[in-house]
């Protein structure tokens, strides 16, 4: 009599009875041990064959500021120079992966160097680009960083920390963004070449000079102090888009005196008149930079330079409710969570923008108070029958009253 022919993997080989679970195909069989891998082995591919990011639908620059008008307020000339640098910067990778870098035309990168108060969106503008890329993006604070040998970190540390974003895969952060924060910090202490050593000073921006142009850097995959029997990972930064970002407190009295506002003579005040002092950073140059402490290596490879008007009232009431992730929808979304529906009246998110105002602290003032006036209801609520709770102007002044109010000034004057 002829015997039944088991049913196996086409992979393993294994029959049914040495499988939990075998998967019938049209002409062959698959087991839940193989189907389990090659489920690994597929998502393993797809993350190292890029990461996201396809750089034929490479998007215009007119796409790329529409998109930042739906989670930024304001700042059009700082979008719209942000979104032709990048796209440049992208264009031109494409450029190079089709291999016509043999041409006589050589393009540069060209890094990006973002000048506003704090609160202004510096931060947000470069996160947001790098989530509508969907490339590798990293923030690091230049106040951290010294020079080699001293105690800190080193400015390699700063593509240490786009590895980890990368799963260490240096072809993907090769093709990421690093947004240096409070490159001001770093600025030089006097306005002369030190004769000793400026190791968080002029000694960091000697350091960052080879990442910012473009080199071969050996990186330090776990960050810290490099030592010889380490192992390292060689990344080329020629392909990293470099955004930085500061406040450059004070920088407005330099620019003052580059336009010589306080002229003194028959047209002082016609000469005064075509500047708005109210606004000084609008005519940020290169030299002011380097005036307030930036060594001229490191502004001339930050070629391109934008400024972030300061907030008025009406930008900040917007920076509340219109964009996607505003603060506002945010807490309505964590209370309907808890099936409680939260309503904020216009007099209330009035009294909030006036408290930011007056705590000049810009967009970043905003979501302290709103905190602090929630604090107390996002304790009670989730515990309590009501389901709906509205927030007016005597509300919030109240729950802010109860939170000490002179002490959160004080912090947010810090």
């Given at each position: 009599m002829a015997t039944k022919t088991r049913r196996k993997c086409a992979f393993c080989g294994r029959t049914e009875n040495e499988v939990s679970l075998l998967i019938s195909g049209l002409?062959?069989?698959?087991?839940?041990?193989?189907?389990?891998?090659?489920?690994?082995?597929?998502?393993?591919?797809?993350?190292?064959?890029?990461?996201?990011?396809?750089?034929?639908?490479?998007?215009k620059p007119k796409e790329i500021k529409t998109f930042l008008d739906q989670y930024v307020i304001g700042q059009d000339e700082a979008k719209k120079t942000l979104s032709v640098a990048v796209y440049n910067h992208y264009k031109r990778l494409k450029y190079l992966s089709e291999g016509r870098e043999e041409t006589d035309v050589e393009i540069e990168k060209s890094n990006i160097i973002m000048v506003g108060n704090t609160g202004t969106g510096k931060t947000?503008?470069?996160?947001?680009?790098?989530?509508?890329?969907?490339?590798?993006?990293?923030?690091?604070?230049?106040t951290v960083l010294t020079e080699?040998?001293?105690?800190?970190?080193d400015v390699e540390s700063l593509l240490s920390r786009l590895l980890q974003e990368c799963d260490y895969d240096p072809k993907r952060a090769e093709t990421g963004i690093v947004f240096i924060d409070e490159i001001d910090k770093i600025a030089r202490k006097s306005d002369n070449p030190s004769i000793t050593r400026d190791v968080s000073g002029e000694g960091v921006q000697q350091g960052l000079l080879k990442l910012l142009e473009g080199s071969v850097?050996?990186?330090?995959?776990?960050?810290?102090?490099?030592?010889?029997?380490?192992?390292?990972?060689?990344?080329?930064?020629?392909?990293?888009?470099f955004i930085c970002g500061g406040a450059?407190?004070?920088?407005?009295?330099?620019i003052a005196n580059r336009l010589n506002t306080n002229v003194v003579g028959f047209?002082?005040?016609?000469?005064?008149?075509?500047?708005?002092?109210?606004?000084m950073m609008q005519y940020i140059a290169p030299m002011d930079l380097k005036a307030f402490g930036l060594i001229p290596e490191i502004v001339g490879r930050l070629p391109i330079l934008t400024?972030?008007?300061?907030?008025?009232?009406?930008a900040?009431?917007?920076?509340?409710?219109?964009?996607?992730?505003?603060?506002?929808?945010?807490?309505?979304?964590?209370?309907?969570?808890?099936?409680?529906?939260?309503?904020?009246?216009?007099?209330?998110?009035?009294?909030?923008v006036d408290k930011a105002v007056e705590y000049k602290l810009g967009a970043r003032g905003l979501r302290s108070i709103v905190e602090s006036v929630m604090t107390e209801p996002m304790f009670e609520m989730p515990s309590s029958k009501v389901r709906k709770l509205v927030v007016d102007r005597d509300y919030a002044r109240q729950q802010l009253e109860n939170t000490n109010l002179n002490i959160i000034s004080k912090q947010m004057s810090e």
């Amino acid at each position: 009599m002829a015997t039944k022919t088991r049913r196996k993997c086409a992979f393993c080989g294994r029959t049914e009875n040495e499988v939990s679970l075998l998967i019938s195909g049209l002409e062959a069989c698959i087991c839940d041990d193989c189907a389990n891998q090659a489920h690994l082995i597929t998502m393993e591919s797809q993350k190292q064959s890029g990461s996201g990011f396809n750089i034929d639908k490479l998007p215009k620059p007119k796409e790329i500021k529409t998109f930042l008008d739906q989670y930024v307020i304001g700042q059009d000339e700082a979008k719209k120079t942000l979104s032709v640098a990048v796209y440049n910067h992208y264009k031109r990778l494409k450029y190079l992966s089709e291999g016509r870098e043999e041409t006589d035309v050589e393009i540069e990168k060209s890094n990006i160097i973002m000048v506003g108060n704090t609160g202004t969106g510096k931060t947000l503008l470069a996160r947001t680009i790098a989530k509508m890329l969907t490339v590798p993006f990293t923030i690091v604070d230049a106040t951290v960083l010294t020079e080699a040998g001293y105690v800190g970190e080193d400015v390699e540390s700063l593509l240490s920390r786009l590895l980890q974003e990368c799963d260490y895969d240096p072809k993907r952060a090769e093709t990421g963004i690093v947004f240096i924060d409070e490159i001001d910090k770093i600025a030089r202490k006097s306005d002369n070449p030190s004769i000793t050593r400026d190791v968080s000073g002029e000694g960091v921006q000697q350091g960052l000079l080879k990442l910012l142009e473009g080199s071969v850097i050996n990186v330090p995959p776990y960050g810290g102090r490099k030592h010889p029997e380490q192992q390292f990972i060689q990344v080329d930064t020629k392909n990293i888009l470099f955004i930085c970002g500061g406040a450059f407190d004070g920088i407005e009295k330099r620019i003052a005196n580059r336009l010589n506002t306080n002229v003194v003579g028959f047209d002082a005040v016609e000469k005064s008149a075509k500047f708005d002092k109210g606004n000084m950073m609008q005519y940020i140059a290169p030299m002011d930079l380097k005036a307030f402490g930036l060594i001229p290596e490191i502004v001339g490879r930050l070629p391109i330079l934008t400024y972030l008007k300061p907030l008025d009232r009406m930008a900040l009431r917007d920076i509340l409710t219109e964009p996607k992730n505003s603060i506002i929808k945010q807490y309505v979304h964590l209370f309907k969570l808890d099936d409680v529906e939260l309503t904020f009246t216009d007099d209330a998110l009035d009294f909030i923008v006036d408290k930011a105002v007056e705590y000049k602290l810009g967009a970043r003032g905003l979501r302290s108070i709103v905190e602090s006036v929630m604090t107390e209801p996002m304790f009670e609520m989730p515990s309590s029958k009501v389901r709906k709770l509205v927030v007016d102007r005597d509300y919030a002044r109240q729950q802010l009253e109860n939170t000490n109010l002179n002490i959160i000034s004080k912090q947010m004057s810090e």
